[in-house]
Each structure stands twice: as C-alpha cells, then as structure tokens.
C-alpha cells in the first residue's frame, strides 16, 4: 500500500538554527500538507500546497516557515530561525480525496 | 472557522465494551474523518464520511449532517484500541485541509 513517508523521525536542533524536514507524497496524490502538533495540544494546519504553489496558509505559517517541492517527489518544510515554541510533532500529509499521514518528525529546540 | 468538539476527552473501558466516541462542528462540511492517534504519534486514518454511516470491522462511523455531529463506535473493545481517537473536518474549499478536534483518550483494560 502507498505510503507518505517523512524525514528525519526525531530532529534536535538548537535556538536560531535552520532546519528542513522533509516529506516524500503519494506519487499520484496532488495536494499536500503540513501540520503540527505540540505536545498534549490538537493537531494544527500550518499550509496546503497545490500546483507548485502555497493554496492555503494558517496564521502560523509566518515569514520563519516556508515550503518548497525542489523535485518530482519531495516535499520540505524549512522553519529559517527556529524557536523554543517550534518544538513539536509536523506531520505531512497527502490527499487525493482521503488524507494520508506521514509518521511525523518529532523537532525539538534548545 | 469551524470548532471541532469532542466528548468525552478521556474514556476508559473494560475490554469487550462498547465505546462511543461523539463528535461535534459548528459549521457545514464536505466531509469528517475519524483518526486514529498511537503514543509515539503516527496518525491512521480511520473513515472518511460525508453522510450515512460506514462499517469497518469492529468499528461503524455515523455522521447527521443536519445536526453536525458524528460517532464512532468501537464493538466488542479489545486493549489493542487503546489509542487516541480524533475527529477532523474538511470545511469545504478547494483543498480538503483538515480542522481537528483535541482527541478523546480511549484505554480499554484487559
């Protein structure tokens, strides 16, 4: 069965640092998404991505956040100047109708 | 914006109970998932509904339109459903993101 699967699991990264977690779509799926979850909190949309382009962002979503599909296949999530309050479970997703998960990366600052 | 509310927030049971997890929206959909959330975090679809009711093994997923609100039913619970239980909605739009719900903690004891 297809999968979206999503890299690293578990990213440490200290205060002000970049980081990209990466995320490979269903093949044939064509909206994809980022959600986050902080910890003991409900899960959160943080943007869609249709057609090469951001559809829809959240007010989370602020200039520190940006997306890219660099290839055919992967998907990222770059946050530039991390924060202690980034730290949280993302969680990428594809659709073609019915929403498919990633397992998550689990980002914690220092 | 759509408010998802679920109840209870915590639900314990003996195995071979039947559970009912309810949920509840504020505004019209096109569609509710029902999730599934295991500790260490990955998220499992469970249904997708627009209407009607869908049967899954030991789990059926209803959904009233009129009224906004759904429930998943677990029969016969075993100590393996003990997970996160989470309801989502799409709000319509052109790109299926998903509002969730807090979650209702579902443990079934032996």
């Known amino acids: 069965e297809p999968e979206v699967t999503q890299t690293p699991s578990h990213q440490v990264t200290q205060m002000g640092q970049e980081v990209i977690l990466r995320c490979v779509p269903i093949?044939?799926?064509?909206?994809f998404y980022w959600y986050r979850q902080i910890l003991g909190q409900k899960v959160e949309f943080l943007v869609s991505f249709y057609n090469n382009e951001i559809s829809e962002k959240s007010e989370i979503f602020d200039d520190q956040f940006s997306v890219e599909r660099p290839d055919g296949s992967n998907f990222t999530l770059k946050i530039r100047s991390t924060k202690l309050e980034d730290s949280a479970m993302y969680f990428c997703a594809s659709t073609d109708y019915e929403q498919y998960f990633g397992p998550g990366t689990r980002l914690t600052v220092t | 914006k759509n408010e998802v509310e679920q109840s209870p927030q915590n639900l314990t049971a003996q195995e071979g109970e039947f559970i009912t997890i309810n949920c509840s929206y504020s505004v019209g959909i096109s569609a509710l998932h029902w999730l599934q959330q295991h500790p260490g975090g990955g998220i499992v679809s469970l249904f997708m509904?627009?209407?009607g009711k869908k049967k899954h093994g030991r789990l059926i997923a209803t959904i009233n339109i009129q009224e906004k609100h759904s429930s998943l039913h677990i029969t016969a619970s075993h100590p393996r459903d003990s997970a996160v239980y989470i309801c989502?909605?799409?709000?319509?739009?052109?790109?299926?993101?998903?509002?969730f719900g807090k979650g209702t903690l579902l443990t079934v004891n032996p």
């Open positions: 509904l627009s209407s």
């Open positions: 989502a909605v799409d709000s319509g739009g052109s790109n299926y993101k998903l509002t």
């Open positions: 093949s044939n799926h064509l909206y």
